[in-house]
């Protein structure tokens, strides 16, 4: 029944991921290049050109900040910069479209039907080039007044780290330690350059001592940000997500160990976990959230 | 109509202040004292004493953790330990009653008729003899998974100052710095010792450079934590209550300062207001908690 299936469209800066979906379970998955060139212009007729017929809604998880409104304020990474995709998507097929962030998407996938399944209220943290999380409170998606609730990447732990410099304009920010890019820079001031985050996490695992001591480091500022969104919204459980997250429980119980030296003692019953449903969540997560 | 009266009854250390109210209007309200003695077994009969007749709902907002199922974990200033009040509450008056943190309850009610007026989602920052908080998303109180949302007083701002000794066990949490407690901690670490906040804060607001240059330190974190927590939440406003808080525009705009010099570009636009309800938030919150 097309009245019951719904698009989920996860829109990478190299990929767009593409599911139809039905009471949760996905018919059909498939993938379409990003092309970012001329703007980004032909990155919706692209998408709409793959779809296989109509469908009762959509939704487009986008890797940029989403207004309440649903207005895109800028996706560097297509080439856009302030629109509204939904409107064009529904003049180009019909079918209602709603727009969210692609890490709040991941994170209403996790809590539904992935590591988060089973609990109400879940902070989901995407360890990546950058660190994005999304917040799921009672149930639903709180994307917050501007589209930045989550942004946990950019919690202040050390505003006088010069050598912390971030993307944003401040120093000091969780992302610069803790986000692959972060654990990069930490193993290069420790006399390790030009090493990524999987080869850092990995020869940590294998007994690298000083590497090991920039995991740590990385993890030591994780737990304490994660701590610090736990003091203020209080979930059931945590999710990390991301490709940092691939290095699975070494890493995870390095991060709730970080978690259960700073948190609230109240808060210490919060149980972090792991990510399961790797890169389909984005699509996942836009498809329930094309549900309403 | 007494099905559309309710008691608001917001239980403090020293005094227990009750409102009945009606769609909004407070019809009377009065206050008993709080006999902490026997562990505070005679609180709540003596509360009950005092109420004029039937009504739909009460709640009670009380000074400690409160659990989603409505079990209170401890209120030392009451003498209460874990306990579920709601139920004596009923048994002895036939009214059904909730139960919710007094912060969360001053957060709901400055939402609804107070400094955040006109707002569905804010922080309320309650700023005492620690730093307490309520959460305001979508229009509802979110209390957290073990009722801690809000705990913005034990951010971690500095985990290496050993002379920042929080009550929760810590070091360098925020209300360390920015409670009355921690302001007048740091005017002694500044050679002032033995001064109130009220004094410090007076004397900076008349002049006083050594004391200023106290006051901006805690704005500093505070500003810095609040921050955090909107980078966390993205509410539309934030509402500075609380004793300190009487300081007005003076501590205000100081607060807003160090917000705009930490807080994520696209939070930037966040207002810090006052609240305007001074004591009787707690009490008109809970009547407003009571209403569902």
């Known amino acids: 029944m097309e009245n019951e299936r719904y698009y989920g469209i996860d829109i990478g800066g190299t990929t767009v991921k593409i599911g139809l979906v039905e009471n949760g379970a996905v018919l059909d998955k498939w993938s379409v290049p990003t092309d970012t060139s001329d ?44 629109c509204r995709p939904t409107e064009e998507f529904t003049t180009l097929t019909g079918i209602p479209c709603r727009v969210l962030n692609d890490a709040n998407a991941a994170a209403l996938a996790e809590q539904r039907l992935g590591g988060g399944k089973g609990f109400e209220s879940i902070l989901f943290v995407a360890l990546g080039t950058g660190v994005g999380a999304g917040v799921i409170l009672d149930g639903a ?20 780290d010069q ?33 990524t985050c999987k080869q850092i996490v990995d020869a940590a695992a294998a007994g690298d001592e000083a590497l090991e001591a920039v995991v740590d480091r990385a993890c030591d500022v994780l737990g304490r940000g994660i701590a610090g969104a736990c003091a203020i919204i209080d979930p059931e459980a945590v999710v990390l997500g991301g490709g940092v997250a691939q290095a699975g429980d070494y890493f995870r119980l390095k991060v709730q160990d970080a978690f259960d030296r700073y948190a609230f003692h109240a808060c210490l019953g919060t149980e972090i976990r792991l990510a399961t449903l790797g890169s389909d969540a984005g699509m996942l997560g836009a498809a329930l959230y094309a549900m309403g």
Chains 1, 2 share one sequence.
Not at 44 to 66: F, Q
Not at 67 to 76: A, I, R, S, W, Y
Not at 141 to 160: F, K, N, Q, T
Not at 168 to 189: K, N, P, V
Request: net charge neutral.
């Open 141 to 160: 998606v709180r994307v917050g007044a501007r589209g930045s609730a989550g942004e946990i990447g950019h919690l202040c732990i050390d505003p006088e």
């Open 39 to 82: 703007n980004g212009r032909n990155i919706l007729p692209d998408i709409v050109r793959s779809l296989p017929g109509p469908a009762a809604g959509a939704a487009l998880a986008v890797p940029g900040a989403v207004l309440p409104d649903g207005t895109v304020n800028k996706c560097v990474n297509l080439g856009w910069g302030v």
């Open 163 to 195: 050598a912390a410099a971030c993307t944003c304009g401040h120093h000091g920010c969780l992302e610069t330690y803790a986000s692959a890019t972060g654990i990069s820079r930490l193993a290069a001031l420790a006399g390790y350059p030009g090493l």
